[in-house]
């Protein structure tokens, strides 16, 4: 049986890295940046020197590459050093172009415009989004279909004035949308999430796994699961009522409440936000509903070094020992919440996936 080898490419700054004694890449949809962790082997001064000198410090730009002899490396990471250790070994630790947002404050992008005296640039919250993703050098990646709907509607207690953009966003993401730069690229989106996120960066494919026989047919059809410990299911039914009721301080309209469900236990939410109606008090109520009531999975599953899965795709895993989880199918059918990659010469070529609900329950 041939063996694989793993390959990577490494470029801090101008400088081409060729030995590594450990990388790690952490790919999260529940992350504004993505990280990097890095750490080299003991350098001779020399080597330490050019590595400098060739822009491997504070600031300086990260590119990361993983995968196969015999294929070429497929980039996994991009973004920019924001830690060095002093000493050697030599450990770095960088974020992805996310992190543009903290060197950029709301505050002067708010003085500038000269809106409203709440700090809130919009009625929407993706309004504010893109204006925060555009002023830090970043484009905005925001579902068109939902700008202007319901859960776009700014509740007035968010003040966005006196923050850097990503202490804005992180205020944003209460909402409950999505927000992460798109892997290896500039691009932030902003907006709902599974299957919505999915739609949008174009995944048009499926990863299939198993945790036994990868055969279907006599052929091979699954990747194997290498770590098949950890998974978690949770059934849902968590409320069994939800009140919602919203407000307009601002202009004191008349507060309205919608509910959805009939059972026990009841929970209520309150929202402050502009020209509240009995239909969008319902709907929100209905939303936080099954989002509360989905049935959960949490944990992960490790397989071999996978260069080119992404968090917010799909994969099905197949369970023979749990059919009852299938439902119809034969696959049980996730979306991916975090992917991390470990590559060294100690691990070889790792990934781990985060996965989070069946797709079909979102």
């Excluded at 059934?235 to 959805?260: M, N, Q, R, W």
């Excluded at 929970?267 to 239909?279: A, G, L, Q």
Aim: charged share 30%; net charge negative; hydrophobic share 35%.
């Amino acid at each position: 049986m041939p063996v694989l080898i793993p390959q990577f490419k490494l470029k801090l700054g101008r400088c081409n890295v060729r030995a590594v004694a450990n990388i790690r890449v952490t790919l999260s949809r529940n992350l504004l940046c993505d990280v990097a962790e890095i750490e080299l082997p003991l350098l001779r001064e020399t080597d330490l020197s050019k590595l400098k000198e060739g822009g491997a410090a504070i600031d300086g730009e990260v590119e990361i590459s993983l995968g196969w002899e015999g294929t070429e490396p497929e980039p996994v990471f991009t973004g920019m050093i924001v830690e060095v250790s002093p000493e050697q070994p030599l450990k770095i630790k960088a974020e992805d172009f996310g992190c543009l947002l903290k060197q950029t404050r709301f505050k002067e992008l708010f003085e500038e415009k000269n809106i409203g005296p709440r700090g809130n640039p919009a009625s929407w919250y993706s309004e504010i989004a893109a204006y925060a993703i555009a002023k830090a050098g970043l484009t905005p990646v925001i579902p068109e279909l939902y700008v202007g709907t319901e859960s776009d509607d700014v509740d007035k207690s968010v003040t966005v004035d006196r923050q850097t953009c990503m202490q804005v966003m992180e205020k944003l993401r209460e909402n409950g949308w999505d927000s992460f730069v798109i892997p290896c690229t500039k691009e932030f989106y902003y907006g709902p999430d599974h299957p919505w996120a999915y739609e949008v960066l174009k995944q048009d494919r499926v990863f299939r796994f198993s945790f036994g026989d990868l055969r279907v047919g006599g052929e091979i059809q699954y990747a194997p699961i290498i770590e098949p410990d950890g998974l978690k299911f949770t059934p849902g039914a968590k409320i069994g009522k939800v009140i919602v009721h919203l407000t307009d301080s601002e202009f004191t309209k008349k507060a309205v409440s919608g509910s959805y469900g009939d059972g026990e236990p009841v929970k209520e939410f309150n929202f402050d936000v502009s020209d509240p109606t009995k239909e969008k008090a319902e709907t929100r109520a209905r939303n936080l509903y099954f989002k509360h009531n989905t049935p959960s999975v949490e944990g992960a599953v490790k397989i071999f070094g996978n260069q080119f899965i992404k968090h917010s795709e799909r994969v099905t895993i197949r369970d023979p020992d749990h059919p009852e989880r299938c439902g119809k199918g034969k696959d049980l059918s996730f979306i991916i919440d975090e992917v991390i990659h470990e590559f060294g010469p100690s691990v070889g070529f790792k990934t781990s996936l985060t996965l989070c609900e069946k797709q079909e329950s979102r």
